[in-house]
């Protein structure tokens, strides 16, 4: 039996995103969102949770959102772990499949704007336009609602408009 690992959040950023590409040219987005609730005492605790979209999803979210922006994402949990001054770090880190834009800028917080089509990943992996098809490549999963796009494989493969008007 296979098994389940997803995560979903609707969160503020904490800051704008960070973007930067790979050698082969795949964007690579990583980010913050806060979620918050206030405990019985009435003092309210906030989480904050590492975020990191690939390609076009990366693309889209480092152009229309920033910092206090809310947006809704869902993704699969990673853990990882790395060494810095002799001391063994551990992170944990959700990457994106899905994500749709709520608010933007500071009129429009907390309006449910919605807008952006959403993004929504399969499990094919990105494939580059003139690669010839090796299995998934990674954890950047592409698929989205909208035009075709030669440049990925697997599923429906479109983008949406990338005309969203905030």
């Known amino acids: 039996m296979a098994g389940v690992n997803k995560a979903i959040i ?3 950023l904490g800051q704008n995103p960070e973007i ?3 050698q ?5 987005c990583k980010f913050s969102l806060a979620t918050s609730r206030k405990q019985k005492n009435g003092q309210e605790v906030t989480q904050w949770h590492r975020c990191t979209a690939f390609d076009k999803a990366g693309e889209l979210i480092s152009k229309y959102v920033s910092k206090g922006d809310m947006l809704y994402i869902e993704g699969e949990i990673t853990y990882g772990q790395y060494e810095k ?15 749709n834009f709520i608010s933007s ?7 449910n704007t919605q807008q952006g089509g959403g993004y929504q ?5 990105y494939q580059p336009n ?9 954890p950047n999963s592409n698929n989205f609602q ?3 796009n030669p440049g990925m494989t697997g599923g429906q493969d479109s983008i949406p408009d990338d005309d969203i008007p905030f």
């Open 121 to 125: 990943g399969n499990q094919s992996g």
């Open 105 to 111: 800028g500071g009129a429009r917080q907390g309006q």
């Open 85 to 99: 001054d002799g001391i063994t770090r551990y992170t944990t880190d959700i990457i994106v499949r899905e994500f």
């Open 10 to 12: 609707l969160g503020r």
């Open 20 to 22: 930067s590409y790979t």
């Open 130 to 138: 003139n690669a010839p098809s090796q299995g998934n490549q990674g």
């Open 146 to 148: 909208g035009q075709t």
């Open 24 to 28: 082969s040219g795949l964007a690579v």
